[in-house]
């Protein structure tokens, strides 16, 4: 992972604060319990028209909004109101670079006690430069977890729940400690769901498939603008629907996709490379055509982006 820059703001409390000034209590309900949602965003600098465009952010706040409520968590903001607060946060940093943001709403009341009802509810949001996420995305080296995906009926898997990520943490660390990049995770049912923290897509005779919401994958936002830049702009079948463990081995190629990850294609499972043993065709035309819309390239998605600062408010 790149080396990662630290916040020097964030919003807490209802206003702009220096980052030191955003603490909590260790007795902080969603500290001591995983009561918490939280989200992920990126920022994309453009060189060309100096602008700093935000991904998709409508969604991503609908998409908190919708995790914070499986939570009994109320947010006292709309997603639009959600996106001028992170307007407001990245002009004050005044990024000019590629940034990583992160939302949280969480159980805030100082307690013991494990409920969801009779406690306060709070927001935080912060952003940082932020780079690569896996070290080998142009080839990585995964493996199957021993670890089963959280199922929706114990954890619900449609939202960004701040104590399932314990499940992909024992994934991630077991994985890297073992000398792979990342791992892909089984459901409960023997069937491919994810990477620890990524969605998964494989090619396999010219045909895109991926797991469906109801295989316990997070509804990722840029796994579906993937799905939609495949069909529409590659004109590629994009199937969803359930992938077993051996269609890894047997795939012509294999990329992961996510706000963190962005996307990054897998050459190698475990012992076995997957089609060639290098990034395909496919994976490398919709990570380039990725890339060139989250930096603003191609016009018929610019509503896709939210730009940050005006002409007047450009940082020096």
């Known amino acids: 992972m790149a080396d990662q820059g630290r916040p020097r703001f964030a919003f807490f409390d209802g206003q702009i604060v220096p980052f030191e000034q955003a ?18 965003l990126r920022g994309y600098w453009n060189d060309d028209e100096e602008q700093l465009y935000v991904f998709r952010p409508l969604d991503h706040f609908e998409r908190l909004i919708q995790s914070a409520s499986l939570m009994r968590i109320r947010i006292p903001y709309s997603a639009a ?75 619900p898997a449609r939202g960004k729940i701040v104590g399932a990520y314990a499940n992909s943490a024992l994934i991630k660390s077991d994985a890297v400690l073992s000398g792979y990049d990342e791992a892909l995770v089984l459901n409960q049912e023997g069937h491919v769901t994810e990477a620890s923290a990524a969605n998964i897509f494989v ?15 997070l509804e990722g936002i840029v796994r579906r603008a993937l799905i939609t830049l495949m069909r529409d702009d590659l004109g590629l079948e994009v199937v969803e629907r359930d992938i077993d463990r051996t269609e890894i081995y047997v795939a012509d190629e294999v990329f992961l996709c996510g706000t963190g990850v962005q996307v990054a294609a897998i050459t190698r499972v475990e012992h076995r490379p997957i089609g060639s043993g290098v990034m395909g065709p496919i994976t490398e035309s919709a990570r ?4 060139r819309v989250v930096q603003g390239r191609v016009a018929q998605y610019r509503d896709w982006l939210s730009p940050v600062y005006e002409t007047e408010q450009m940082p020096e």
């Open 23 to 40: 603490t909590v209590s260790v007795l902080t309900h969603s500290f001591n319990y995983g009561t918490g949602v939280f989200g992920g």
């Open 81 to 155: 109101e959600l996106n001028e607060i992170l307007n407001n946060l990245l002009r004050t940093e005044g990024f000019r670079q590629n940034c990583y943001i992160r939302p949280l709403a969480y159980k805030s009341t100082e307690m013991i006690g494990v409920r969801l009802h009779d406690v306060a509810d709070a927001l935080t949001m912060f952003a940082m430069p932020f780079g690569s996420y896996i070290v080998n995305e142009d080839g990585a080296h995964v493996c199957f977890s021993a670890w089963r995906r959280v199922d929706d009926n114990a954890i």
């Open 203 to 217: 090619v396999r005779r010219g045909v895109v498939y991926t797991p469906p919401p109801q295989a316990d994958v």
């Open 288 to 291: 380039n055509l990725f890339f």
